[in-house]
Protein backbone atom coordinates (compact mmCIF):
# COMPACT_ATOMS: atom_id res chain seq x y z
CA UNK A 1 0.00 0.00 0.00
CA UNK A 2 1.23 3.63 -0.99
CA UNK A 3 1.11 6.55 1.97
CA UNK A 4 -0.86 8.41 -1.28
CA UNK A 5 -3.40 5.78 -0.96
CA UNK A 6 -4.39 7.01 2.65
CA UNK A 7 -4.96 10.55 2.51
CA UNK A 8 -2.16 11.98 3.75
CA UNK A 9 -1.74 15.55 5.36
CA UNK A 10 1.53 17.61 6.66
CA UNK A 11 1.40 19.33 9.93
CA UNK A 12 2.75 21.96 11.85
CA UNK A 13 2.58 22.41 15.81
CA UNK A 14 0.30 26.19 16.00
CA UNK A 15 1.23 29.34 17.32
CA UNK A 16 -1.38 28.32 20.82
CA UNK A 17 -0.33 24.66 22.44
CA UNK A 18 -2.73 22.33 21.20
CA UNK A 19 -2.96 23.59 17.76
CA UNK A 20 -2.30 22.03 14.88
CA UNK A 21 -1.69 23.27 11.53
CA UNK A 22 -1.63 21.29 7.74
CA UNK A 23 0.84 22.91 5.85
CA UNK A 24 1.49 22.61 1.60
CA UNK A 25 4.83 21.02 1.82
CA UNK A 26 7.45 19.17 3.74
CA UNK A 27 9.73 21.63 3.91
CA UNK A 28 6.95 23.06 6.49
CA UNK A 29 5.78 20.04 7.73
CA UNK A 30 6.74 19.14 11.51
CA UNK A 31 4.89 16.05 11.17
CA UNK A 32 2.47 13.81 8.79
CA UNK A 33 -0.97 12.80 9.24
CA UNK A 34 -2.84 9.29 7.43
CA UNK A 35 -5.43 7.19 8.26
CA UNK A 36 -4.84 3.84 9.59
CA UNK A 37 -3.16 1.62 6.82
CA UNK A 38 -4.93 -1.95 8.99
CA UNK A 39 -7.90 -0.43 9.37
CA UNK A 40 -7.93 1.35 5.99
CA UNK A 41 -7.56 -2.29 4.77
CA UNK A 42 -10.27 -3.79 7.07
CA UNK A 43 -13.22 -1.59 6.22
CA UNK A 44 -12.29 -1.29 2.54
CA UNK A 45 -11.50 2.47 2.46
CA UNK A 46 -11.84 5.80 4.71
CA UNK A 47 -15.09 5.24 6.24
CA UNK A 48 -14.44 4.10 9.96
CA UNK A 49 -11.05 4.66 9.91
CA UNK A 50 -8.43 6.26 12.43
CA UNK A 51 -6.07 8.57 11.43
CA UNK A 52 -2.04 8.29 12.77
CA UNK A 53 0.05 11.37 13.33
CA UNK A 54 3.87 11.24 13.66
CA UNK A 55 5.49 14.38 14.67
CA UNK A 56 9.53 14.71 13.89
CA UNK A 57 11.28 16.32 17.03
CA UNK A 58 14.49 17.19 14.91
CA UNK A 59 12.02 19.34 13.08
CA UNK A 60 11.11 21.25 16.37
CA UNK A 61 8.17 18.78 18.06
CA UNK A 62 8.83 18.57 21.69
CA UNK A 63 8.52 14.87 23.44
CA UNK A 64 5.92 16.47 25.76
CA UNK A 65 3.78 16.79 22.37
CA UNK A 66 0.92 14.36 22.13
CA UNK A 67 1.01 11.64 20.52
CA UNK A 68 3.89 10.08 22.19
CA UNK A 69 6.83 8.95 22.65
CA UNK A 70 7.10 8.30 18.79
CA UNK A 71 9.49 10.71 16.81
CA UNK A 72 10.48 10.38 13.64
CA UNK A 73 12.89 12.25 10.84
CA UNK A 74 10.92 12.85 7.24
CA UNK A 75 13.01 12.11 4.78
CA UNK A 76 11.89 12.66 1.22
CA UNK A 77 10.55 15.53 -1.09
CA UNK A 78 7.02 14.82 -0.70
CA UNK A 79 4.06 11.88 0.30
CA UNK A 80 5.57 9.67 -2.98
CA UNK A 81 8.71 9.36 -1.82
CA UNK A 82 8.89 9.87 1.98
CA UNK A 83 10.67 7.83 4.17
CA UNK A 84 10.19 7.90 8.63
CA UNK A 85 13.56 7.26 9.97
CA UNK A 86 14.74 7.09 13.41
CA UNK A 87 15.42 9.94 15.92
CA UNK A 88 17.88 9.33 17.85
CA UNK A 89 16.87 6.74 20.54
CA UNK A 90 13.93 5.94 18.53
CA UNK A 91 12.43 3.06 16.32
CA UNK A 92 12.19 3.90 13.02
CA UNK A 93 9.25 1.75 13.27
CA UNK A 94 5.18 3.02 13.95
CA UNK A 95 3.72 0.87 16.49
CA UNK A 96 0.00 1.99 17.75
CA UNK A 97 -0.46 1.29 21.07
CA UNK A 98 -3.28 1.40 23.53
CA UNK A 99 -7.04 0.07 23.06
CA UNK A 100 -6.98 0.75 19.37
CA UNK A 101 -6.06 -1.62 16.70
CA UNK A 102 -2.36 -1.94 17.47
CA UNK A 103 -0.95 -1.45 13.66
CA UNK A 104 2.86 -1.99 13.73
CA UNK A 105 4.65 -0.62 10.07
CA UNK A 106 6.96 1.67 8.56
CA UNK A 107 6.82 4.29 5.72
CA UNK A 108 9.99 3.62 3.73
CA UNK A 109 9.87 5.81 0.03
CA UNK A 110 6.14 6.18 0.05
CA UNK A 111 5.58 2.37 0.47
CA UNK A 112 3.90 1.33 3.73
CA UNK A 113 4.50 -2.06 4.79
Known amino acids: MRLTELDPEFLKLGEKP ?62 HDLTLNAEPGKSRSVLLLGDGCKWHGFITNGEIT
Not at 34 to 44: I, M, R, T
Open 18 to 79: GHICHVENIDEAQGIWFLCPKCFAANGGRVGTHGIICWSKSRGVPDDVDPKPGRWKLDGTGF
